[in-house]
């Protein structure tokens, strides 16, 4: 069935450090990709979307490129601030019905 | 900014008993949502609800789920008798067109089920 797999945490970087956060998919059918972020005692907040292979979503020096290949939407940051710790979600969507397809939630501690 | 709230954040019950979580979701929002997080354990998603119906369950949403929007600005989840495998995060969403469209999501209502 449909579904993700994101790499499983917890994550701890120091400040200025490289993120990468891996996510996987199983899809029947050509999915839209996103990552969600949840701050402490926040809701999920859209971070960034692909809809199609080869797209490239970026938000806050965040970037996730969409590969059909791999069936991959690795999330990325060059330099991650104290102020990006959170659980980031990676999820699916099909255009064939209601549902999203979360992972299990990565949590990213960033020190100072 | 407008944002989907949920009561209570924390409601804990009994087995057996009836709850009732809350959401009010952003007003222009026509799509609504629920999905639920146990410990550990994916994001799954519940039911979504549109023009004050069911528009797609998951296999999780049985006879003891229901959901309902008793007014223009609130919407709930009602579970009939709880058992302790539905202790988890509750976490309640809305968007404006369709689901392929951005969710917006609330902040949630953690259940415990003693």
């Known amino acids: 069935g449909d579904s993700v797999t994101q790499m499983e945490g917890p994550v701890t970087l120091s400040e200025e450090a490289f993120l990468t956060i891996n996510c996987t998919y199983t899809a029947t059918g050509y999915p839209s990709l996103f990552w969600y972020v949840q701050y402490p005692g926040e809701g999920l907040q859209l971070l960034l979307k692909?809809?199609?292979?080869?797209d490239k979503g970026s938000n806050k020096g965040f970037e996730a490129t969409y590969r059909k290949e791999t069936t991959s939407f690795h999330l990325e940051k060059g330099s991650v601030q104290v102020s990006d710790s959170a659980v980031y979600f990676c999820?699916?969507?099909?255009?064939?019905?209601?549902?999203?397809?979360f992972g299990t939630g990565t949590s990213l501690t960033v020190i100072p | 900014e407008p944002e989907v709230t949920q009561t209570p954040s924390h409601q804990v019950t009994q087995m057996g008993q009836e709850v009732i979580l809350r959401c009010v979701p952003i007003s222009n929002h026509l799509y609504f949502y629920w999905y639920r997080q146990i410990l550990g354990q994916k994001v799954e998603f519940l039911v979504s609800?549109?023009?004050?119906?069911?528009?797609?369950k998951s296999e999780i949403f049985d006879d003891q789920f229901s959901v309902e929007r008793p007014d223009g600005s609130n919407f709930t989840l009602k579970i009939r008798s709880t058992k302790l495998e539905d202790s988890a995060m509750y976490f309640c969403?809305?968007?404006?067109?369709?689901?392929?469209?951005?969710?917006?999501f609330g902040p949630g209502t953690r259940l415990t089920v003693l």
């Open positions: 969403a809305s968007s404006v067109r369709g689901p392929y469209n951005e969710q917006f």
């Open positions: 609800f549109y023009n004050n119906e069911i528009s797609e």
């Open positions: 999820a699916l969507h099909l255009n064939t019905g209601n549902q999203f397809y």
């Open positions: 692909a809809t199609k292979a080869d």
